[in-house]
């Protein structure tokens, strides 16, 4: 992916096609909703290109989830709108302490690293993770890393950056962002998972076959499979 979540994550600005990929709604939609209902909120660049901030993500995504749920988007975003004009400091998104987030992405090794080297990357990153109260997993496959991470708002998107630049993988992709009311990786701080933990009976529960494209995973698929392959290790 194209674009840097920044370790403020508050002043990370993503522009409309990025948002667009991002969320799953075209850039029509979101230059439509704007218009009709002020929402979302971008700021300008000096050239009026909109800039959006993460957490403007997140509000969509929830509004592209009532969607799914059969809600009508013109009564959400009407919704939406009337609750911030009552109280501007506040929307769906509760302020407050920092929040815990999950992020899930995928990556092509660069090139074929050793057992050691391998061991040594998860030993690294799990003295890493606990210092940043991080938690989570990494899946390496023939051609494929598949991690989750989660732990504070702010710790992610650092440890995202590192991860993004690091020379080992490529095209790092993210599947998932979203915060989350509970951990689902906390026993650990960082551990390996290969291929072999990726059973038959695991890849017929997401109706997967056995050379399916991580890249093409959602959110929710991404998240199923890391899960389901951490309790078989
Ligand atoms: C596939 C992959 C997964 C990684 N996971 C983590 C991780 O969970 N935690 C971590 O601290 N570093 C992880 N790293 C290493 C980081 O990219 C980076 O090298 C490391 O954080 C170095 O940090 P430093 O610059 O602070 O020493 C990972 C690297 C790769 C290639």
Do not use: C
């Not at 030993?123 to 991690?147: D, R, S």
């Not at 991470?149 to 993988?169: F, Q």
């Amino acid at each position: 992916m194209g674009y840097k979540i920044s370790e403020n994550s508050v002043n990370a600005l993503l522009r409309i096609s990025d948002v667009s990929e991002e969320t799953g709604l075209s850039v029509l939609t979101l230059r439509n909703w704007e218009k009709r209902y002020g929402i979302p909120t971008p700021t300008r660049t000096q050239g009026g290109q909109r800039l959006y901030s993460v957490s403007q993500i997140t509000l969509l995504k929830q509004i592209k989830e009532q969607i799914e749920q059969g809600h009508k988007p013109g009564k959400i975003l009407r919704s939406i709108a009337e609750n911030q004009h009552h109280s501007p400091d506040t929307n769906i998104i509760s302020l407050g302490s920092e929040p815990l987030v999950q992020l899930i992405y995928v990556s092509r090794p660069t090139t074929t690293l050793s057992q050691a080297e391998l061991n040594e990357l998860i030993k690294k990153a799990a003295v890493q993770n606990q210092l940043e109260n991080i938690t989570g997993i990494l899946l390496k496959t023939t051609q494929h890393f598949v991690q989750a991470i989660e732990g504070p708002r702010s710790a992610i998107n650092k440890l995202y950056n590192k991860i993004t630049s690091d020379s080992r993988h490529s095209t790092v992709t993210i599947l998932k962002y979203q915060p989350i009311q509970e951990r689902s990786f906390a026993k650990w701080s960082m551990t390996l998972l290969t291929n072999k933990d990726i059973n038959q009976k695991i890849l017929s529960k997401l109706n997967l076959r056995n050379d399916f494209d991580p890249y093409r995973l959602n959110d929710l698929s991404a998240h199923s499979l890391l899960s389901f392959a951490s309790q078989e290790s």
